[in-house]
């Protein structure tokens, strides 16, 4: 290999593209077949039609391998389940009966049969559903639809380079089945496995496919030396079959790290590995291992899972140094672009200057048809985009949006001691109690409180503009007179306002923060046809005005019973929005911390003597590998402290998660120093009550006692066992009763029932203390 010809070979490829099509189309055909709209055959159409315009877009870019089977129904992974025919005995005789109402049961369960279990793909905001495997699990090659994909491309006159989860990835994503013992380890099927991919990929070179690729980003992850010996195996083996396309294993999201000195060895003849700056060590150890000699390299310089324009200087010097360590380069986003919207032309509403700053999919894909001109060409080939790109990102860097002094002097001076309570625990805990004067086990909620369709008419006749902004208030207002008067009868101890106001926990302080941006169309899938259009955190945050003041004030002034304050903290705020790629995430999390800690200075001004900050992404935004932990949490929890940091002592600072395992960050949860946590707990038993107290976590607490997930409710006497539980491992002066989490996607009549059965059972467990 020479630079100079593995440069000249160079081209443009990417790993998978947004599956819901410009309109969202996927998303109504889905759901208009679930509800017997929309016939198989008509949803069959508008996949097809989705996938080919997906990938003449993608052609006409310039790209050259097009990539198939990363279209979903659903969920990539549920259909990769499909391929290795591990379907869970409970969906066989669906699935049998009929392939798609059965794919669909898996994934949504019906009225007699679970779904599968939903998690978060990696650290992403995409979520997959479980492959449930056990010893008994009996896999079966079903090509089909990767093969019709193939082909399809294939017709349209393509080069296609068919997309699948790896076989150890795939199993390394898998959980125990029901009934198999919790501590059976899927990844010892590897063996029965790879006989299935075997046949898959043959199936896939007899249909005309050149190229396979194998995803394996769970090789990013520390992995034990049994996981990396297995994937050594796996690549031994796949990589010996004579009847295969060539292979491409593809990582990203982090650094490949030791399974890179594996895959480097294994007879495979491509690697995709991310360069973008999470995964930046990937550059030296290439050079470490004597790069891949022999072998194609596919290079994610272009960030597959944010929303800002490529520094294509940078990427081309990137690209540069790769040369010399590989047969082939080819230029790539970093991940597939499913995680991001599709187009920014639509975004209408964003100033036009702005806009120039954001690529979403297509504009990645131009992006990496560029550098790859770049490379292949020279970089003269590409002056003028080099010099386009090099305006633009000058513009973000000098704009007064990216740069608001004030903000930033303000984040400089900020102090240990302003992260800091001015009393320790135990004291202001002995000055709560006597400002709220609350029974033993005090009962609340999360927040939240049915959404009902009312109020979503609301909202919309708000932006349809047939009611104006006071007569939408008048309205809001009218929920939480109700809210209040309903808490009041059913005895909780501290009220909530309901948070009718809000149509998402963060998109409703993006709006109200100078430095976030919305967008009308960037819709991106969360899970099967939910799709969200998270805010992206653009410039320097500053908060020009309260933004949950009145609401709780005029929750307040209908009651004598405290009402509290309810923000979203600044961790879920980076966690659910897109952030700034030109500064680092602690710079961007303090910026937001320092507008919340206004609003929660304001609530405490106007008399709100309890302040819950939600912060229900602590845990999932930690990083892939361990040794990035201790810098995330310190700046994450360093984060939250400066939010709550200066309220008086007998200002009570609630907290709240959503987990029932957190045994990795207790410790960053107990640094929060926040005076009550509210977790869920109610269907593990109150496990978190005794990891709370294994740790010896000295504060309040209110594990979960109704499980919110389900309309079912549970009995008084059933809350009253769970909380009977809990008092085992936390005392009664530190036990809170609440639910598992907030109510805004529950009906009324189910959270009636349940809350009064839940003060039903916090009255019965006081009188026997
Ligand atoms: N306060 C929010 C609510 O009750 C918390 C939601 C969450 O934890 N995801 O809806
Ligand atoms: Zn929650």
Redesign the pocket.
């Known amino acids: 290999m020479t630079p100079k010809s593995a440069a000249a070979a160079a081209r443009a490829t990417v790993y998978g593209y947004p599956r819901q099509g410009a309109h969202r189309e996927l998303k109504k055909a889905v759901e208009g077949y679930w509800k017997g709209r929309v016939t198989a055959d008509a949803l069959r159409a508008t996949a097809t039609d989705l996938r080919r315009t997906a990938w003449r877009q993608l052609a006409d870019a310039g790209i050259h391998e097009v990539p198939t089977g990363d279209f979903s129904y659903y969920d990539h992974v549920l259909d990769t389940s499909v391929m290795v025919g591990a379907i869970p005995e409970r969906h066989r005789a669906a699935v049998e009966t009929d392939a798609l109402d059965g794919y669909f049961a898996m994934a949504r369960g019906t009225q007699d049969v679970a779904p599968l279990e939903m998690t978060k793909w990696f650290d992403t905001n995409y979520h997959y559903l479980v492959p449930e495997l056990g010893p008994d699990t009996v896999f079966a090659a079903d090509s089909a639809k990767q093969v019709a994909e193939v082909k399809e491309a294939l017709a349209l006159g393509l080069d296609a380079r068919p997309v699948l989860v790896g076989p150890v990835t795939y199993l390394l994503l898998a959980k125990p089945a029901p009934g198999v013992a919790a501590d059976f380890e899927p990844l010892t099927l590897l063996d029965r496995l790879l006989p299935v991919y075997a046949e898959v990929l043959a199936d896939l070179r007899a249909a005309g496919a050149g190229w396979a690729q194998l995803d394996e980003p769970a090789l990013v992850q520390d992995r034990t030396p049994a996981e990396l010996n297995a994937a050594a195996r796996a690549y031994r083996d796949l990589g010996g079959l004579t009847d295969r396309p060539k292979l491409l294993v593809a990582s990203y999201f982090d650094r490949l790290g030791e399974a890179l000195t594996v895959l480097a060895k294994a007879p495979v003849e491509g690697l995709a590995l991310d360069f973008t700056e999470a995964a930046a060590a990937n550059l030296e150890d290439l050079a470490a291992v004597g790069g891949l000699p022999g072998k194609r390299l596919v290079a994610g310089v272009v960030n597959g899972r944010n929303i800002w324009i490529n520094d294509l200087q940078k990427s081309l010097t990137v690209l540069g140094t790769l040369l010399g360590l590989a047969d082939r380069v080819d230029v790539a986003a970093s991940c597939s672009l499913l995680h991001v919207p599709l187009d920014t032309a639509p975004e209408r509403d964003i100033d036009p200057q702005i806009l120039r700053w954001l690529a979403f999919a297509r504009q990645k894909t131009a992006e990496v048809v560029t550098l790859a001109r770049g490379l292949a060409r020279g970089p003269g080939a590409i002056a003028g985009e080099v010099a386009a790109n090099r305006a633009d990102l000058a513009s973000r860097a000098s704009s007064p949006i990216t740069r608001d002094t004030a903000v930033r002097a303000r984040a400089e001076a900020v102090t240990d001691a302003d992260t800091r309570r001015s009393q320790p625990y135990e004291e202001r805990a002995a000055a709560q109690r006597a400002r709220l004067g609350l029974p033993l086990l005090p009962t609340t909620t ?3 409180f049915p959404q009902t369709g009312e109020l979503r008419t609301a909202r919309a006749d708000l932006r349809a503009g047939r009611i104006d902004t006071a007569g939408y208030e008048t309205r809001i207002r009218a929920e939480i007179a109700e809210v209040i008067a309903f808490q009041e009868k059913a005895g909780l101890d501290v009220l909530v306002h309901g ?1 009718p106001e809000r149509n998402d ?1 963060v998109q409703y302080f993006a709006e109200q923060l100078t430095g976030y941006l919305a967008t009308r169309h960037g819709w991106v899938q969360s899970y099967g046809t939910r799709y969200v259009r998270p805010p992206v955190l653009a410039g320097d945050i500053s908060r020009p005005a309260p933004m949950t003041v009145r609401w709780t004030s005029y929750a307040q002034s209908l009651t004598a019973r405290p009402v509290k304050g ?1 923000l979203t903290g600044p961790v879920t705020m980076l966690a659910w929005s897109f952030v700034r790629d030109d500064q680092p995430l602690a710079d961007t999390a303090r910026q937001v911390a320092l507008a919340l800690r206004d609003e929660v200075h304001d609530l405490q001004a106007a008399g709100t003597s309890v302040i819950q900050v ?1 912060e ?1 992404a602590l845990r999932e935004t930690l990083p892939l590998r361990a040794a990035g932990r201790p810098a995330y949490l310190a700046w994450a929890t360093d984060a939250f402290r400066l939010t709550t940091g200066g309220v008086r002592p007998d200002t009570q600072i609630h907290t ?1 998660m ?1 987990y029932a395992e957190f045994g990795d960050i207790v410790q960053a949860i107990d640094d929060l120093d926040a005076d009550v946590i509210s977790l869920e707990a109610a269907r593990s038993h109150m496990q978190v009550a005794r990891e709370l107290a294994a740790h010896g976590y000295p504060r309040e607490a209110g594990p979960g006692v109704y499980d919110i997930h389900s309309p079912r409710v549970p009995g008084a006497d059933e809350a009253a066992a769970l909380l009977r539980e809990g008092l085992k491992a936390i005392p009664a002066e530190r036990l809170w009763v609440n639910p598992d ?2 109510l ?1 996607t529950r009906g009324w009549p189910e959270t009636a029932a349940s809350l009064e059965n839940l003060v039903g059972a916090a009255r019965t467990v006081r009188a026997e203390l």
């Open positions: 999360i927040g939240s948070e926990m309810m939600d229900p709240h959503c989490c907030g805004k």
